[in-house]
């Protein structure tokens, strides 16, 4: 009988373990205990391995990994795998991304309570120093205290239902989350970041991108209440630590509770001096039922992906070269970086994406739809989003998408891909092409003629037509020590529209400059 090869290469919890010695047409083998080198040996003929942190999925372990058709990795983040080198050569890299997500909650409402109540210092002193002084550790309460959630999804939305059993008053910002799913839930919707900052304790639960690193930084800590309560248990580097670290010092914030830091392992961490910080070294994922749950669920996939079956979670996709023409590849790429570009300029919860087709690869709509439906929520939903759930999760958060196909006859290009997203607010249109085979363009953006490689910092500046424009924006980015690589301009109907790319980072304080200028309609910044 033939045995599929699973190699598990870092420490499961043993019930995955006794998952695949159960199953007939598996051969598992358990390396975890050996030095990393010698592991490489060991790997050649695996059908799947199971990883943790600990094993880096390079080129030296792909190319030791010869027979390698999938990956599972037993967690949820997989900064240790080179996804795309494992897309070149066909192998499915998959995660296990909700079994820690009770963990997860429950530790946010541990450290809240906790900030609440003071419970670590008051054990200690009771413990450690043998002194009995109640007066010492008078608390306050979560009845009738506003929280504030920064992103909805599937921990934050339990955050909110187990802080409404402490009646608590809830509001949640999340602007990739239709209103009616939070004002479902019984929680009020925060509209922007401003109406989080009035909130009494506020907790964040988002993926790390650019636009959620440094979300709270001295700037929105001057508008909050003083004595507020923070806890981060989502990502290091949401907070600014070095903006909270001064807070907490003044007292402004009265309580930081925090998991997770901006470097780990965060030994020696400023934020570990000071006594109204109560911390945990990234343990969110670390109870016996969610290590026992990731166990199971990364053995079950697997075997599953080992047979062929199915490959649950997938977080990319085969590239093989003999199943696609050579011509549709680049598209696949274009149309994903055309979804990520308007997630990232579109304002509010997408409703309709509308995916236009035109040319040769009008045959393949359905693969360029998942695509662009990937990029559209990737920059949302981080690691969660995959080419497997990309469409039954914008189906589940209220996305109607529409595939369209045209011969192309019209058109001065062979082949167009559009996109176009509307929210409550905007809508949002981008259509791309590939030149020479391999060179991805964007040729307009909402009616504007452009011809730009959609790589790198772009800043979009959009302003009535008239003279000086220009001008001003060199002098705020010479001002802010910004290069500028290239600056692309469009005209339409007396507006024109600016593609600016640049070297170095843009703030949100030169964005601000920038949208002052008296002509500016807006300014909007992207990171591909």
Known sequence: MLKYKIIVCDHIHNAGIEFLKKQNDIEMLDYSNLPKIELLSKIGDADV???????????????????????????????????????????????????NTIAAVELTMAHMINAVRNFPSANHQLKNEKIWKREDWYGTELKDKTLGIIGFGNIGSRVAARAKAFEMDIIAYDPYIKESIIIDSGVRVATSLDMILKCDIITIHTPKNTETKNIITKKEIDKMKDGVILINCARGGLYNETDILEAAKSKKIRWLGIDVFDKEPSNSNPLLSLDNI???????????????KISIQAATIAAEAARGSSYPNALNLPIK???????????LELSQKIGFFISQISKGAIRTLNITCSG???????????????????????DSINYVNAMFVAKERGINININTKDGGASI???????????????????????????????????FSMDIEPLGKIVLFRNTDVPGVIGNIGKIMEKSNINIADFRLARNNNEALAMIIVDNNISNSTLDELSKIQACLSVNYVVI
Request: aromatic share 8%.
């Open 413 to 447: 290009y062979k082949n167009l891909i559009t996109i176009e997203a509307a929210s409550a607010n905007n809508s949002i249109s981008i259509s791309g092409c590939v030149f020479d085979e391999d060179k991805l363009r964007i040729v307009d953006i909402n009616g």
């Open 49 to 99: 391995v199971i990883t943790r942190s600990s094993t880096d999925i390079d080129n030296k372990f792909l190319q030791s990994a010869y027979n390698l058709k999938a990956l599972v990795r037993a967690g949820v983040g997989v900064d240790n795998v080179d996804i795309e080198s494992c897309s070149k050569r066909g192998i499915v890299v998959m995660n296990v991304p909700t079994a």
């Open 321 to 331: 070269e003999n199943e696609l023409p050579y011509f549709v590849k680049p598209y």
């Open 278 to 292: 109560y911390v945990t070294p990234h343990i969110g994922a670390n109870t016996l039922e969610s290590q026992e």
């Open 360 to 382: 040769k690869i009008a045959s393949y709509a359905n693969s360029l739809a998942t695509f662009g439906t990937l990029g559209v929520l990737k920059h949302s939903l981080g």
